[in-house]
């Protein structure tokens, strides 16, 4: 009777360090992809800043071009 419950209790222990193997497993691959995602935002966001601080220069450019151009042409009265 006695080994029948050790047997019975070790069984369930076994059952239970499974379930809880399986758990931190499933745990690390979210944790895996939740870190990938993550990193794939945190590129996208980076890929965004610099379209975005590329369109900015460019329009400082168009615009000192632009003063340049205007400037010129009214010194010389606005004859081209």
């Known amino acids: 009777m ?3 419950m ?3 209790i070790y069984g369930e222990f076994c059952s239970l360090r499974g379930d809880m193997s399986e758990f931190k497993r ?4 979210r944790l895996e992809e939740l870190e ?6 945190s590129v996208e966001r980076a890929a965004r800043l610099c379209r975005l601080v590329s369109l900015a220069t460019g329009l400082v450019a168009l615009v000192s ?3 340049t151009v205007l400037s010129k042409f009214l010194e010389n009265g606005g004859a081209v």
């Open 26 to 29: 499933r745990t690390l691959e």
């Open 65 to 67: 071009a632009a003063y």
């Open 36 to 41: 990938g995602n993550f990193k794939q935002s």
């Open 6 to 8: 050790l047997t019975k």
């Open 2 to 4: 006695e080994n029948e």
